[in-house]
Every structure is written in C-alpha cells, then in structure tokens.
C-alpha cells in the first residue's frame, strides 16, 4: 500500500516529528506485522530517527549540522542550497521501520523526523507499507 502525507515547513533547517503520523497511517491500512519504508522525494530534505524525548536533541543536531555544513561556504552550484543538498545526503532519504503488532517498531526514546534544510516548503513524505 502506498501513502503520501503533506507538509508545511517553516524555517530554513527544521527537524519535525511525524511518528504519529507514520503510526496512523500504519493503523488506517490495518497492517498487523510488516515494513514501513519511508521515502523523501526532494534533494535538499531527509528522514531520520533520532530522540524524540528531549527537545534539545533536535537543536544540537540542527547546530552541529549546521556548522559541519555551513551555508555559506563559496560552493559553485548556482541555486545557492549546495549545503541543504550534501546534509540531505549525509542523512539520507530513506528509513525502514517494523511494524509488529499494529505498531512501528521503535526504541523507548525514538521517533521518526523530517529534516528540512532548503525552507520553508511544501513537501511530500512517501510510505510504502509492506505486509508480512
């Protein structure tokens, strides 16, 4: 089964939760056991799943990429988002996840995030719900 969900970015570079809404989509196809696959259709955004308990993890993550990969750093592509198209590499654009028991599979402090860093946007989160 295949979903789209939507969203609305608000700043530059943003990390925003959408565990719940990979759960609900999870609960509206009825899958009891199987893979969520996760994929981001846009070169300057990823998915990743990190901690989800303390708002700070967010901001440190948000900071460090940031200065591991500055904006400005005299990059020859022309569009002048070279940064947000490397940090999308060095997340990555795909995340798999079990779900066992109508449930996604993660850890006690995990949640799944979208990483904008070309903002804000209109973007698109593809889901392909896998059955067992």
Known sequence: MFTKLSIKTNNKVELIDITN?????????????????????????????????????????????????????????????????IKSSLFGVNQSIIVENKKLLLGTWQGIYFCEFDGPRSRNIYLKIIRD
Do not use: M
Request: a negative charge.
């Open 21 to 85: 809404e990979v759960q609900r989509a999870v609960q509206k196809a009825e899958l009891e056991s199987g893979l969520v696959e996760i994929h981001i259709p846009h070169t300057t955004a990823a998915v990743t799943i990190n901690e989800n308990a303390d708002p700070d993890v967010k901001a440190d993550i948000k900071k460090e990429i940031n200065k591991i990969v500055p904006f400005d750093d005299n990059y020859s592509h022309l569009e002048g988002n070279s940064a947000a198209h």
